[in-house]
């Protein structure tokens, strides 16, 4: 069933994560929270406002809590703009409080003008963020790096690399891959391993830092890898300043890697 969120269901969704709920109605109102997306969805992200503005609440009945949604909603509610709005409406909502001619009423019609604005402000935030994260998720392919173990290179620091990242042993992988002389014909690809492991581990800067050097390498034919590679990087952080930029420099020339994919991203 929807929830039909109304004056009155705000109020008992306050007076609920207070605890001001006789047993009887708080347990009826958590059988609601469990049956109700709508009114789960509208409970925890109020739960959320009270604790950023250091209010107390009852907890969530277990089989309400989506543990990652919750840290959505936390990392979201506790940007700056946010908790600025929420002090303002919060301040809004004690004077006209105070106002006896006024009262809870028009306290509530600022509270759901207020809900709606964090809502809708909340999720525009969340879904521009998780865009780049999804053409992270979608364009990211380790399983693509060159290889060349079956390429008749005889066994050195490259291959043993090769094989570790393969087997997910990427700390290792890095430190063969680290052994490798730039001199060595194989040294750009090996800095391709190196940023993708860091990748791996989410040690996002040193994977930066690798495949800045392999963009630097302008004598390697495939150097523009580490624009798209850094692209990528950048994309996993949400930092679309970064990726626009790594965007522009790869379409500068059409002979560039991924150049069509790169014109398809919409950031």
Known sequence: MGSNLTIEKLD??????????????????????????ELQTEVMIQKQLFEINGLPTVELPLNTINEKEVLHYKQQLQSKDIIDLST??????????????????????????????????????????????????????????????DKGQPENDFTNGELLFKKGEYIKAIESFSKIDSTYELYPYSLMYIGASYDQL??????IEAFDLLSKLTSFQESSRGYWYKMLIYLKQNNKEKALEMKNIILKNSENFNYNKTKNLEL
């Open 88 to 149: 303002k409406i919060r301040e809004i909502g004690q004077n006209h409080i105070q106002q006896k001619s006024k009262a809870r009423q028009n306290y509530f019609k600022y509270y759901i003008a207020a809900s709606i604005a964090i809502v809708f402000g909340t999720f525009l935030f969340f879904n521009s963020n998780s865009s780049l994260e999804n053409y992270y998720t979608d364009n990211v392919n380790w399983e693509e790096l060159p290889s060349f173990i």
């Open 202 to 207: 989410n040690e996002n800067d040193k994977a």
């Open 12 to 37: 008992q969704i306050d007076q609920y994560l207070k605890g001001l709920l006789s047993e009887t109605d708080h347990l009826a109102f958590e059988k609601l929270i469990i049956e109700d997306q």
